[in-house]
């Protein structure tokens, strides 16, 4: 097993939806279930204002990608939202991925 597919996350596809107070992201077809990569938190955020709970970052590296900059990532039952685009890492073939940014978007502490 390698460092890209030691992890199986379910990728939405998601979409922008234009409505008259704003825009929001919704699902763009079905979840993209059992995606093979390699899953890693890199921090958390513990400064705390009222109302705010913990959340974490996280870092995918994968040799294939199906998500895009919208899409929502879920891991063990915890949802992040994509950060920025994901980055293709020309290599060697056998080191050749794409990394994928994430940020938990359903902390519940």
């Known amino acids: 097993m390698s460092a890209f597919d030691s992890h199986l996350v379910t990728v939405q596809p998601r979409k922008v939806h234009r409505t ?7 699902p763009d077809g079905p979840p993209i279930r059992k995606v093979k990569c390699g899953f890693r938190e890199t ?23 199906p998500g895009d900059a919208r899409s929502l990532v879920t891991h063990r039952g915890v949802e992040y939202s994509t950060v920025g685009r994901p ?15 994430l940020k938990e978007t359903n902390a519940d502490g």
């Open 43 to 65: 921090g958390s955020s513990e400064q705390l204002s009222a109302g705010e709970v913990p959340s974490s970052d996280a870092r995918i590296l994968a040799r294939e990608w």
């Open 20 to 26: 008259p107070h704003g825009t929001e992201l919704v």
């Open 87 to 101: 980055k293709r890492r020309d290599g060697s073939p056998r080191t050749a991925h794409i990394e994928v940014l």
